[in-house]
């Protein structure tokens, strides 16, 4: 081994390649949802499939990459502004899943009676309020830092958004399943996209795990100090 390679140096190599396969992925899914959807006109549930899907697994992604030392696209931007993108790709990212989700809402008497609809839906719920909590982490108004400390609304700002992701992704596996997919994609390229789904998914929380879990130990570190 080289002098002065360690396993944090390899580790970094590795994820800064998962990273920007990653990158890859997302950008491959992003022109697949574009053409399905304009190819269907962006009617109906082509433009909940573009917007939901484009909000979850191509903006929020990126979001939740935004912060990650590896990221060929951030990583030559300072703390404060990669907070900002976070910020605005969470925004669009959220707002474009809102929509498109309250355009299926309204078009149908029924919403949860399959496993995608209501695994949406709780998304679409976690997104909303993952958004407010996300100005609130941002912000940190002082009514806030009453209740709790900054570290601590980082901490729930963290762990929340990854619920709120997986829940996101979890609905767009599952719509995979559904009869729009199986109606206009070809059955044998609809195991592909679940695949590419889930390396996504698996990749894209890599470094919000490893954020969380810092936090979770500082968080642990804190209450025991204040129990002593």
Excluded at 35 to 53: N, Q
Excluded at 101 to 106: A, I, M, N, P, V
Excluded at 135 to 151: D, E, G, H, R, T
Aim: glycine share 8%.
């Amino acid at each position: 081994m080289p002098e002065g390679y360690t396993k944090a140096t390899a580790w970094l190599q590795i994820h800064s390649l998962l990273n920007s396969i990653n990158h890859m992925l997302i950008f491959l899914v992003a022109v697949f949802f574009f053409i399905l959807a304009r190819s269907l006109e962006f009617k109906d549930t082509a433009m909940h499939m573009f917007m939901t899907g484009t909000g979850f697994h191509v903006l929020i992604a990126q979001a939740m990459m935004s912060h990650s030392k590896v990221n060929p696209l951030t990583r030559w931007l300072s703390h404060r502004n990669k907070s900002r993108l976070h910020a605005i790709l969470q925004i669009v990212g959220g707002s474009m899943v809102l929509l498109g989700s309250l355009g299926k809402f309204s078009s149908k008497e029924v919403h949860f009676n399959t496993w995608h609809g209501r695994v949406g839906g709780a998304a679409s719920f976690f997104c909303a309020a993952s958004i407010v909590g996300g100005f609130v982490n941002y912000f940190q108004p002082k009514l806030a830092l009453k209740v709790m400390p900054p570290s601590e609304l980082r901490f729930r700002h963290n762990l929340f958004g990854l619920v709120t992701f997986t829940l996101g992704m979890g609905a767009i596996y599952l719509g995979y399943y559904s009869k729009f997919f199986t109606k206009y994609v070809d059955t044998d390229f609809i195991p592909g996209m679940m695949l590419i789904t889930g390396i996504v998914y698996g990749l894209t929380i890599i470094a919000p795990v490893s954020s969380l879990l810092t936090k979770l130990k500082y968080r642990s570190k804190r209450k025991a100090e204040q129990v002593q």
